[in-house]
């Protein structure tokens, strides 16, 4: 079993969707969680990033972590055309330790 | 803001050819990292740096080594590309001590190996 399981889809969803973007991991040991949102020939930008357990809100954005289930969320709502793009979580044990990424996930926000 | 450049956006290399693979970034961060990213299996990380001249393994370093002489430039090397290293190549850095550290990557360089 991978460290960290992210569905790679494609998702394509319509303009003003909300979006649900989720991961799995196994190491209980994870402490930091991020979400990075790539764009198409270039380099990951992170978006969020949450410590523990609990939600997070910026914006049309809200993480979520559930480290009981192992599971973390990316929330979108009101989704726009400039959203499309693969979205990864990322995890690590402490906030500077090498990251564990998932596969990423292909968003594509339709008008 | 923070930039992180690479030397080249597209490389095309023949199987056997030492390929470098150069990174800067202008923040003064400690930390450096390189990754390849390849379809359906996500970012993996191949080496990464505390600091000058140290390097530690990450969890791919087969076939590559790094090195770093200054703080701001960080390479990769592969010794002998093969055609399984074709892959798209990225480098990150962040800063070091803080209690979150964001990683900052490139704009990645696309390895072809014929």
């Known amino acids: 079993q991978k460290e960290v399981e992210q569905d790679p889809g494609p998702l394509s969803v319509p303009e003003g969707a909300i979006v649900s973007l989720n991961c799995t991991y196994s190491n209980s040991a994870f402490q930091y969680f991020m979400w990075y949102r790539q764009y198409s020939r270039k380099g990951p930008e992170l978006l969020m990033y949450?410590?523990?357990?609990g939600n997070k809100e910026d914006g049309r954005f809200t993480a979520q972590v559930d480290k009981s289930s192992k599971y973390i969320s990316l929330f979108i709502r009101d989704s726009q055309p400039s959203d499309s793009a693969t979205y990864l979580c990322a995890m690590s044990v402490t906030g500077n330790t090498p990251l564990v990424f998932g596969k990423g996930t292909r968003l594509s926000v339709i008008a | 803001d923070v930039k992180v450049t690479q030397s080249s956006r597209y490389l095309v290399k023949r199987t056997g050819e030492k390929v470098f693979l150069e990174c800067v970034q202008d923040m003064d961060h400690e930390n450096m990292f390189w990754y390849r990213q390849d379809p359906g299996l996500g970012l993996r990380l191949i080496y990464f740096?505390?600091?000058?001249?140290?390097?530690e393994k990450g969890d791919i370093p087969e076939g590559y080594s790094v090195s770093r002489e200054k703080k701001e430039r960080f390479s990769l090397i592969l010794e002998s590309a093969s055609t399984n290293q074709t892959s798209m190549y990225l480098c990150a850095s962040s800063f070091e001590g803080r209690e979150f550290d964001e990683q900052y990557f490139g704009p990645g360089t696309r390895l072809t190996v014929t």
């Open positions: 740096s505390y600091d000058v001249k140290m390097k």
């Open positions: 949450t410590y523990s357990s």
